[in-house]
Every structure is written in C-alpha cells, then in structure tokens.
C-alpha cells in the first residue's frame, strides 16, 4: 500500500548558506562523512504526523548538506543508498540527480535539500554513497555517513 507524502516535505537541491538552516544545524542527531574534500552531513527526523506504527507505516525526514572543498568544481549526478531494515530486507534507492545549475558545486560552495521516506519498519540503517563528476571524464563515488532512522516510541531497535 503507498501512502502519498505532501510535496512540502520536499525541497529541491539549493545552493545556500547556513544561516538558513540555523536550526536545523543546531540538531543533535546529526550523521557527518568526509572523503575527496567534499563534506556530507545528513540530519534525519522523525515524521509523527505520518507514521501508523500499527499498521506498520513509519515516516522520517532528513535534511541532507553538501559542501566541496576540493580545489575543482564537482557535479552531483546520482545517489545509491542502501536501506537495512530491521526485517533483514535491503532496499535500494538508485536515483539521478536531476541535472541544473544547483547540482554544480564550485570550490567553497554547498548545496542542501530535504526529503523523506516511509518504510513498514521501525528500526532501518541507511548506507550508500553519491556519484560525483569531477570533470567531464572522471566520475567518483562519494560515501555518505551512514545513519540510522529509528521509531522514537519504540523499545527495541537495531541501531
């Protein structure tokens, strides 16, 4: 059964700077990776307004933010994560990056959007990593930290 999720959950990639999301940053439940210069910080929460635990629909929120620092201009072109489910199900999410002048980052810059996803379990991991294009020719694999999304209200969790 799917369950629709209102669009204003969702924001499109934006360049911007913290100040934006001075709150949001300010939240402890932050999950932080770096590898080839470029920072990767995802900040999930927990979407009450949308979860059904007895019928065994759990919603979360996460923010996610993007900064290079490599001393080249990168191009976001496409996420593979990886759901590790407390059921021992993997779910995958192979999906592009829709392609726009906000998906190039240049030296210094950062890139934010936010979105969510409703799972039948209440303990999950997420895993996986962004393909990056560092120039016409080369393309990389970026790791994302790997976080956790778990039911506040429940007692048992794998995380």
Not at 44 to 60: D, T
């Amino acid at each position: 059964m799917q369950y629709h999720i209102p669009p204003l959950l969702f924001s499109s990639i934006t360049k911007t700077d913290k100040r934006q999301y001075q709150d949001l940053l300010q939240n402890p439940c932050v999950f932080e990776a770096q590898s080839h210069h470029i920072h990767i910080a995802i900040y999930p929460f927990w979407l009450e307004e949308y979860s059904f635990p007895r019928r065994s629909i759990y919603s979360w929120g996460y923010h996610v933010r993007i900064e290079n620092h490599n001393p080249n201009p990168i191009s976001i072109l496409k996420k593979n994560w990886n759901i590790i489910q407390s059921n021992n199900h993997i779910k995958t999410i192979n999906t592009p990056i829709i392609a726009d002048d906000d998906a190039l980052l240049n030296v210094g810059e950062a890139c934010d959007y936010t979105s969510c996803i409703t799972l039948d379990t209440p303990s999950n991991i997420i895993k996986g990593y962004y393909i990056i294009s560092k120039d016409t020719e080369q393309t990389i694999n970026i790791d994302i930290p790997s976080f956790t999304l778990d039911n506040p209200h429940e007692l048992f969790s794998i995380n």
